[in-house]
């Protein structure tokens, strides 16, 4: 079993940064793959990045390429998402997943926070 508690998110204008933070408990965290996710209002849930266990591999999705990256901590047991030049369209509850593989399908992904809420105002 892993625990995922994300922090960091808020309020924020248009072309401004926040950095999102997501901190395991439990079971070993660099056993696992970390994403992030995001949820807005009516829509289903997309995939943001992906990091592999070690850090060396990453993956976007292309609305966030060149703006967001994602990184990790092992020995912290954390996994970041700073997001930069931000846009209205970015505000959604952000969720950390961890899981076994390199995958965009959030339900490939077993373990989740519980979200942070960002909003980009315009």
């Known amino acids: 079993q892993v625990q995922l508690v994300e922090s960091g998110g808020g309020l924020v204008q248009a072309g401004g940064s926040r950095k999102l933070s997501c901190t395991a408990s439990?079971?070993?965290?660099?056993?696992?793959?970390a994403g992030w996710f995001r949820q807005a209002p009516g829509k289903e849930r997309e995939f943001v990045a992906v990091i592999s266990r070690s850090g060396g591999n990453t993956y976007y999705t292309d609305s966030v390429k060149g703006r967001f990256t994602i990184s990790r901590d092992n020995a912290k047991n954390t996994v970041y998402l700073q997001m930069n030049s931000l846009r209205p369209e970015d505000t959604a509850v952000y969720y950390c997943?961890?899981?076994?593989?390199?995958?965009?399908?959030?339900?490939?992904?077993?373990?989740w926070g519980q979200g942070t809420q960002v909003t980009v105002s315009s």
């Open positions: 439990g079971r070993t965290f660099s056993d696992y793959v």
């Open positions: 997943a961890a899981g076994g593989s390199l995958v965009t399908d959030p339900r490939r992904y077993a373990y």
